[in-house]
Nanobody, 125 residues
Framework: QVQLVESGGGLVQAGGSLRLSCAAS????????MGWFRQAPGKEREFAAT????????FYASSVKGRFTISRDNAKNTVYLQMNSLKPEDTAVYYC??????????????????WGQGTQVTVSS
């Protein structure tokens, strides 16, 4: 079992930045890909970013590419999402998740076994 706790969300003006953190406990995540997803009101949960177990590979949704950066610190069992140039359409609850298979990373929700409770990000115009 893995417990994930996100933090760092909040209210920010358009053009601003936030850094989300996702701390894992219960098991090491160092051999698992990690992902960030988001869900806006009335919409399905969508992929935002993913990172390989080593941190050497990343992949982003086109809507956030160039503005968001995913990173990880395996020594701290923590994953981060740096969000710059935020837009009102980035408003959502952001969730981190652990890949179900070691040494894989994916942009599909179905491939992730454990999820955090989410952190709210609100971008005002």
């Amino acid at each position: 079992q893995v417990q994930l706790v996100e933090s760092g969300g909040g209210l920010v003006q358009a053009g601003g930045s936030l850094r989300l953190s996702c701390a894992a406990s219960g098991r090491t995540i160092s051999t698992y890909g990690m992902g960030w997803f988001r869900q806006a009101p009335g919409k399905e949960r969508e992929f935002a970013a993913t990172i390989s177990w080593s941190g050497g590979d990343t992949f982003y949704a086109s809507s956030v590419k160039g503005r968001f950066t995913i990173s990880r610190d395996n020594a701290k069992n923590t994953v981060y999402l740096q969000m710059n140039s935020l837009k009102p359409e980035d408003t959502a609850v952001y969730y981190c998740a652990v890949e179900g298979r070691p040494f894989y990373f994916s942009d599909s929700r179905r491939d992730y076994d454990y999820w955090g409770q989410g952190t709210q990000v609100t971008v005002s115009s």
